[in-house]
Structure formats: structure tokens, C-alpha cells
């Protein structure tokens, strides 16, 4: 097995990237270094289980990937939410549009 430390080396940066990601808003590099989370997590746990690496700093880091999770579900939520009130906008626009143009080819002339 590969060294543990060069494995929470491998976390930490994943972690700083998909932290950068977040705040770039950057939803295609996010899904795609979401993808290696579990792959970078699983020889964590195995070394953990083996006893080859401390507990704690595992259970910090996959702590701070807890939070860097529930920061993401919520920016995703917001994201979302801006999204939907956009459409809801052009929406809005394009039947005052229609309205308009009802209203101005049934002028009589």
C-alpha cells in the first residue's frame, strides 16, 4: 500500500480544488472532481482500518469535506434558485411581449 500520507496529501489538494471550484462556481469541474472523491477517500479508510494512520487526521479532513459538501449543496441550491427566477423573468417578458403585440395589432386603424 502507498504511503497514508502521500493519500492525505492527495485529499488535501483534491479538497483545495474542488474548494476553488465552489468559489469559481465552476459546476463541470465540480461534478468532474467529485468523481474522485471515493476513489481518494477508500485507501484513506483502508490504511485507517489496517492501523497504518492515525484516526484524527482522517476525521479532520473527512470533516472539512463534510462542510465543503454542505457548502456546495448550498450553493447548488442558490444557483438553482437564480436559474429558476431568470426563467420566471423571461417568462414574464415574453407574455408582456405577447400582450403588447395583441394589443397593438388590434388598434384600429
Known sequence: MADPQAHLD??????GDLGRALAEKDWDAMAGLNEQVKPAVEPLMAALEAGEVDAEPVRLRLQELQQFIDAADESARMARKEAEDGLKGVNRNRSAAKAYQNVSSNRPK
Open 10 to 15: 492527495h485529499l488535501d489538494r483534491l479538497m
